[in-house]
């Protein structure tokens, strides 16, 4: 006899999962509170997932596809400084990828999902840790890309290093994670940025 369909929707469930990991994190999420979230009983969450753990796995990839992969997008089709500034706008919770032209709404103070999981688990978890650096290496690989093609349309600097200075942005990114997470909003960063990477010819441009 076959088993009985599922009842609930496994995307639903990973979704309302992932919400409830980044805004307590891995150890602070307790199975009781994981079922009331996901909607599912803890009979199911076992089977499904095997446990809290397979969730958080799930729910970790669910940001990277979802959330995370509009920034991603954002770099890998840019084509100069713009949108480097233009990243952190929306990266830092100032604005939506969805919706570029709504009000910005405040950094959200829950941080990114992955800073969080890697200040929390740092490499205690070998699978949690090779899914944030194939993500991260994704993330400079981008930064390094639009850097070189801003170069060559003369909107970044010719004398930067571009895959140093993405590191340097995907460090600065995920310290302004680890701000927001403490409630503290930095000043226009995307100032800063320009500041460090456009040609004297643009920063002018900007000063006048």
């Known amino acids: ?14 979704g309302n999962a992932m ?24 009979h199911s969450l076992y089977k499904a997932f095997g446990g ?10 669910h940001y990277v596809d979802g959330v995370a992969a509009g920034y991603v997008k954002l770099l ?11 990243y952190f706008a929306y990266a830092t919770g100032m604005r939506q990828v969805e919706n570029p032209d709504a009000e910005p709404q405040g950094f959200d103070q829950r941080g990114c999902f992955l800073v969080n999981t890697a200040i929390e688990l740092g490499h205690s978890d070998p699978q949690v840790t090779a899914l944030l ?9 981008a930064f390094a890309g639009l850097i070189r093609r801003g170069q060559e349309s003369g909107s970044i600097r010719s ?8 590191r340097w942005l995907r460090v600065t990114s995920q310290g302004l994670s680890v701000s927001s997470r403490m409630g503290s909003v930095p000043g226009d960063l995307t100032g800063v ?13 900007e000063r006048g």
């Open 19 to 42: 919400a409830e990991f980044w805004s307590r994190g891995f150890v602070g999420s307790d199975i009781d509170g994981l079922t009331g979230a996901a909607g599912v009983n803890r």
């Open 1 to 14: 006899m076959a088993g009985r369909p599922a009842k609930y929707c496994r995307e639903t469930v990973i």
């Open 133 to 141: 650096e194939v993500y991260y290496a994704r993330i400079e690989n």
């Open 159 to 166: 004398d930067i290093d571009p895959h140093i200075t993405a």
């Open 52 to 61: 809290k753990r397979g969730l958080f796995l799930d729910a970790l990839r």
């Open 193 to 205: 940025v320009r500041m460090a990477l456009a040609t004297t010819e643009q920063a002018k441009g």
């Open 76 to 86: 890998e089709q840019g084509s100069g400084l713009d949108d480097i500034c233009a």
